[in-house]
């Protein structure tokens, strides 16, 4: 099955400092990507939809200037943090669309990666 | 908008009692509708999923859903409870093209001896 990746699968920082989770697809290309946030106890809420060559749809209530998505190629998404604060701390989640068609679930499955655990001090 | 409401936000069973983790969707299309399960400090993982084919949907580990569009509903069951089902389930809607998710508030399912 198609597989996402996630790196680092947790970071710790100080707050006042940016960070970068990235999120690859390894073996299909994603012309669309989400990025999700998960609170403790909670469920996922998306944050954004991270298209290929393009700008970011960010949903209500993101800050786009904090929360800085770049998808330069088919197959990787980064999510920067910037200027980190504890408030920030959290579960990023991101999943990827496959483009092409995959035998039995179909083209438009999307994928999780395993998640990306921030801590801000 | 695609909406979901889990209705329980915890359910207990025993070991080798039925499951049931009850799910409604709102939605304006023919939605998609997946369950999904996350165990501690872990990633998502797709039990099933719905897309117009068959109501009744067979997933992994001896999940099924059954789709009722009368009643907006699509809830997941288990004949018999592991103690590896603890975990938390998410059901989630998707309609048109855009294809983002929708992640219902989540049932924690916990299993006891």
């Known amino acids: 099955g198609a597989v996402v990746s996630q790196h680092p699968s947790w970071v710790i920082c100080k707050s006042g400092t940016s960070v970068k989770i990235e999120c690859r697809s390894l073996?299909?290309?994603?012309?669309?990507m989400f990025w999700y946030r998960q609170f403790p106890k909670q469920s996922l809420m998306l944050m954004a939809t991270?298209?290929?060559?393009?700008?970011?749809?960010?949903e209500q209530g993101v800050e786009k200037d904090k929360f800085l998505i770049n998808h330069a190629s088919l197959t990787l998404s980064t999510l920067t943090v910037t200027s980190a604060h504890p408030e920030d701390s959290s579960f990023y989640i991101c999943?990827?669309?496959?483009?092409?068609?995959?035998?039995?679930?179909?083209?438009?499955?999307?994928?999780f990666g395993p998640g990306t655990r921030l801590t801000v001090l | 908008a695609q909406s979901v409401t889990q209705l329980d936000s915890h359910v207990s069973v025993s070991e080798g009692t039925p499951v049931l983790l009850r799910c409604n969707y709102s939605?304006?299309?023919?939605?998609?509708l997946f369950w999904y399960v996350q165990h501690p400090n872990k990633g998502l993982q797709l039990l099933l999923k719905?897309?117009?084919?068959?109501?009744l949907v067979k997933g992994i580990n001896g999940f099924e859903a059954e789709f009722k569009k009368s009643e907006t509903s699509f809830h997941l069951t288990k004949p018999s409870a592991h103690m590896s089902d603890a975990a938390e389930y998410f059901c989630?809607?998707?309609?048109?093209?855009?294809?983002?998710?929708?992640f219902g508030a989540g049932t924690r399912l916990t299993v006891k001896p």
């Open positions: 073996d299909f290309q994603a012309t669309t």
């Open positions: 991270s298209n290929e060559g393009s700008k970011a749809t960010y």
């Open positions: 939605s304006s299309y023919s939605p998609s």
């Open positions: 999943s990827a669309r496959d483009s092409g068609i995959l035998a039995g679930w179909g083209y438009n499955e999307q994928f």
């Open positions: 719905y897309t117009s084919a068959a109501t």
């Open positions: 989630v809607v998707s309609e048109g093209g855009n294809n983002d998710m929708r």
